[in-house]
């Protein structure tokens, strides 16, 4: 059965990828994931950004869970 | 009983007016307990870049996850200082050059705890809200903002 | 060529408005240098006193020296803090509880300078300019003021 | 020659000496000024408060100039 994952992006990270929303197959932690998205979009090689899991940011060895939503968040600039 | 505080939204079309701030303070007369309020205001300034000089922000946000963390950030800041009041109202899209995009607004009895939470405050929501700022440019380009 | 300052009014008969505050930020529109405001806000609380309850601070002051007083405060933090601009508004005469008697309002390219400068600001104006506040009570008595 | 000061009371001092303005013949230093004051107001003798001459504050052993402002200043209580 394949677990699909919802990927929002924002910001550069979206100009990047060209979309704000995808849909892929879970590649099981967000290390897996930087490593997929980085051979998807070789503009997001030397691109920083992170992770949020459900609205939680998380670090590289996290799983992501069954029809996550994963967030691709380049470091903030509010204010 | 302590009151019971939600998630609110922090967030506001475009530019925030000095109008609506002076409704915000004038909302404060009655609460005959507070002695001292502090407000922050970010303003987008009109930098100059290699790639052109800076006319406006667009801003975008992860918006949920920013509202829950903006709800935290207040929580921990409530549990910090004695505070009567506090509001956090941030742009979303565009907002030109001389415009406010930021308004933190802290209030207690005494100034000191006043001004330290609104300090605190913009420092924490710069740094952990999920918001970007892109810079347009009078070139027609833009570039991303860098907080520092 | 530095700009000379020279005194300026800080008095305000009565109570600081809303109104004028909103005036005062959206002057600033055209500095397009400026990227953060600090504002401090007195506000008058309803204290109980031993002797009745708070409704109104009548406040007088040596105004010469505290103009002159203030100048050098002025001079002294725009010496220390890269500021774009500073201002002090404070009341004479009578301030009802729950109306603002104080507005301090610093702005800076960046948020540390004037944050820092408004919290330095306002606590030599408590400490140094010859003002007193009368309290005056629900008890046609009244008390003055100690600042702590 | 008498010289005379003149003397501002404000706030509290002003209160308990029951004016605002003065005139002294000049007792010579602060400190002499401020025993006349506490001999000739004994509402005074509880009571704190420092001095400016012609709106500069100075402490008890300043001489008083002729014809000088003199102000009697409690606490400030300003904000």
């Known amino acids: ?79 | 009983m302590d009151k019971v505080r939600t998630p609110k939204n922090i967030f506001v079309q475009g530019a925030i007016s000095p109008d609506a701030i002076a409704k915000s303070i004038a909302n404060h007369s009655g609460k005959t307990d507070i002695g001292g309020h502090s407000i922050f205001l970010g303003q987008v300034r009109a930098d100059e870049k290699p790639e052109g000089k800076v006319v406006a922000i667009d801003y975008t946000a992860y918006e949920e996850m920013a509202l829950e963390k903006a709800f935290e950030i207040r929580e921990a800041i409530f549990a910090k200082y004695p505070l009567t009041c506090m509001h956090i109202y941030h742009s979303l899209g565009e907002v030109k050059v001389g415009e406010l995009c930021l308004f933190v607004f802290t209030s207690s009895k005494h100034r000191k705890a006043a001004m330290d939470a609104c300090d605190e405050l913009v420092e924490r929501i710069k740094a952990e809200l999920p918001v970007w700022g892109k810079e347009i440019l009078d070139t027609e380009g833009h570039v991303w903002k860098v907080n520092v």
């Open chain 1, 1 to 79: 059965m394949k677990q699909v994952i919802h990927l929002k992006a924002f910001g550069m990270i979206a100009e990047k990828i060209g979309t704000a929303e995808l849909e892929l197959e879970n590649p099981g932690t967000l290390a897996a994931l930087g490593e997929t998205l980085r051979g998807r979009f070789p503009d997001l090689q030397s691109a920083k950004f992170g992770f949020a899991i459900n609205k939680k940011l998380l670090q590289g060895d996290a799983e992501i869970p069954a029809g996550a939503e994963v967030a691709l968040l380049p470091p903030f600039s509010g204010g």
